[in-house]
């Protein structure tokens, strides 16, 4: 019943890992050719505090896929919660109502058994997220930024404009070259308006165990005029965490980790 994320992480992860001492830079907007790349902190002190951390967060979400029995504590069948979906014309965020149905699991059920938990949204366009209601509006029209998910190990930035700003986010650390392991991990993003940027640290962790930070979407989600970021913030291959980013232009720093959920692979 589970996919193991893992698998499809670690093989995306050792092809970046091999070329991330390089200093590579991902380019989204052609525009930024000639910029002026970010100069790259050089992060010597430890990572003592994980973050974002496992609990503590302000609303929590969902996908909707296949969960564990112990997964979904607090996720009443028929609620309703926002989602991020895409549609014929694009992506947006709609209401709908979700459903949590029972299922076998394959990792832990008998063959009579079904403790997992499968969840659906009414809604029939694809969905990429769902959240609590009350954090984010519906929203018709949302460009999405990247074309497809950028892994962010240690030493490669990512950059890209909207509107008015131009976006880099980048990541410090150390890497094991013998067995690609990665340490000491801090990942942040910039947005520079008008001359003057903003620097948020989005993720801390000692190290990582076979996977690394993936930027799963970008874009502006609560219609502030910034980019908002879905990132899958797991450390461990078997586990998938994905958390919610959201901007606020009166606010110091400028993004912060709103919501998250963990689930276990197989």
Not at 73 to 90: A, P
Not at 109 to 128: F, H, I, P, Q
Not at 219 to 235: F, H, K
Request: charged share 15%; aromatic share 10%; with cysteine.
């Amino acid at each position: 019943m589970k996919c193991n994320f893992g698998v499809v992480v670690s093989l995306v992860l050792c092809s970046f890992l091999i070329v991330a001492c390089k200093n590579n830079e991902t380019v989204v907007n052609q525009k930024l050719a000639d910029s002026v790349p970010v100069e790259l902190p050089v992060d010597t002190l430890p990572v003592v505090n994980e973050f974002p951390a496992d609990t503590g967060a302000t609303t929590q979400l969902l996908l909707p896929k296949s969960y564990h029995s112990n997964e979904l504590d607090g996720v009443e069948n028929g609620s309703t919660w926002l989602g991020l979906f895409l549609g014929k014309q694009g992506y947006y965020t709609a209401q709908t109502k979700i459903f949590k149905n029972k299922v076998h699991d394959d990792a832990v059920d008998a063959d009579s058994e079904n403790t997992g938990w499968m969840v659906t949204v009414e809604n029939k366009d694809s969905c990429l997220m769902l959240t609590k209601l009350g954090l984010l509006l519906p929203i018709a029209n949302i460009e999405k930024i990247l074309s497809e998910q950028e892994p962010m190990p240690p030493y490669d930035k990512l950059t890209f404009l909207y509107k008015e700003g131009t976006y880099q986010l980048y990541a410090t650390g150390m890497i094991n070259t013998e067995n690609n392991m990665v340490t000491n991990y801090r990942l942040y993003a910039d947005v520079t308006i008008d001359g003057r940027t903003q620097t948020s640290l989005l993720m801390t962790t000692s190290g990582f165990n076979e996977t690394i930070a993936t930027v799963l979407f970008a874009g502006d989600l609560n219609g502030d005029g910034l980019v908002d970021l879905i990132i899958n913030t797991s450390t461990h291959y078997n586990t998938f965490k994905p958390t919610l980013y959201l901007s606020n232009s009166h606010r110091q720093p400028w993004i912060l980790p709103v919501g998250w959920h963990i689930s276990v692979g197989c």
